[in-house]
C-alpha cells in the first residue's frame, strides 16, 4: 500500500488526467453540432421528398377506396342474383315507390333516400326511410342476402346528415324492373306491365329477358349532387334529359357492375358537367356509352309474364 501511495506521489499528474477536462467536453459537443446551413439543407430535403411521396400516397389511397367500392357493389349484385334465382327468375326492383297500404314498393332492392342535399320524397316517408336511417336498407328486398350495411356505401362517401352518415351510395338501372326513361314510343313502370307492349326498349322484369346478361348494367355507383331514391334514370332519348349523374368522387372514375356479376371502373371521357348539356360535338360521350348498354330493344315483346310479384 505504501509502494502505491509513493507511487501515486511521486507522478500525481498521471491520476489528474483520469478526470475529464471540461472544457474538451464542451470543445467536442461544439464539433458535432449542426451549422444553419446543414439544417437548412435537411428541411429543404425533406420538404422535396413529402412532395414527391404525397401525390403517390393519394393515388394509392384512390385506388384502393376504388377497389372496395367495386367490391361492395359485387356483392350487392349477388344479393341480386341469389334473389332472382330464390324467385323463379323474377328481377328485385328499382322502384321503390309504394302503393295503397305500402308507404314504399315492397319488392324494391332498397327503398329509402340518400340525398343529404334535399328531403325525403313521399317515395321514402320519414322517419324510417330517411337518408340515414338503416331501416331502408332493412327493408330492401335483398338485405337477407347481403346483411351488411357497410356494403351499401362507398368507403368514400363522407356525406353525413347531424354526424350520423349517409347510408347508401348505390343506386340501380331503372331499366331493372322500376320505369322507363326517354322511350320514344311509351312509358312503363314496375305498377304498368301492360304498358310494356308500347315500348321500343325492353323494361326488364324477369332475368330470361336478359340476352346478354354481360352487356347489361345492375347496379352504379351514383353521385352525391344528385342520388335520391334507389334509382338511376338513363333517358333513352336522343339528348340526356335525365338528372342523374355517375359519381365523380374517385377522381372523375365510377363504379358499376352488370347482370352476369363482373365490374368495372368506368372513366370519364368528358368533363362531368356536360352530363346534360353535351358538348360542341353533341351529345355527352359518356351518357351514350351508358345508354348502350342500359337496355336493348324490345323485340319480341309479349303480354306473357309481363306481371309485378304483387299482382
Known sequence: MDGLNRSAGKNPKKRLNLIPDCGSLTEMSLK??????????VTAI??????????????GKIAAQRTACLSNLQQLNLGCKMYTDDNGGQLVSSWSAGSGANAVNPYC?????????????????EPLFTCTNLNALQQGKIWPYVESAAVYRCP??????GGQPVVRSFSMNSWMNGCTDGDPTGYSTFDTPPNDLTLTYTLF????????????????????????????????????????LPSTRHANTFALTFVDGHGANVA????????????TCG????????????????????????????N
Open 32 to 41: 458535432r453540432a449542426f451549422t444553419l446551413i446543414e439544417l437548412l439543407a
Open 46 to 59: 425533406i420538404t422535396i421528398l413529402t412532395a414527391i411521396l404525397m401525390p403517390v400516397v393519394s393515388k
Open 109 to 125: 332492392w332498397c327503398p329509402g333516400w340518400a340525398s343529404a342535399l334535399a328531403p325525403a320524397t313521399t317515395n321514402a316517408p
Open 156 to 161: 368514400a362517401d363522407w356525406r353525413d346528415v
Open 205 to 244: 322484369r324477369r332475368e330470361g329477358q336478359i340476352l346478354h346478361p354481360d352487356q347489361v348494367w345492375r347496379l352504379i355507383e351514383e353521385d352525391a349532387s344528385t342520388i335520391g331514391d334507389s334509382m338511376f334514370l338513363v333517358d333513352m332519348g336522343g339528348m340526356n334529359q335525365a338528372p342523374s
Open 268 to 279: 370519364f371521357q368528358a368533363p362531368p358537367a356536360q352530363w346534360n348539356t353535351g358538348g
Open 283 to 310: 351529345p355527352d360521350p359518356d351518357w351514350v356509352n351508358l345508354k348502350a348498354i342500359t337496355t336493348f330493344t324490345n323485340k319480341n315483346a309479349s303480354i306473357e309474364g309481363l306481371t309485378h310479384p304483387g
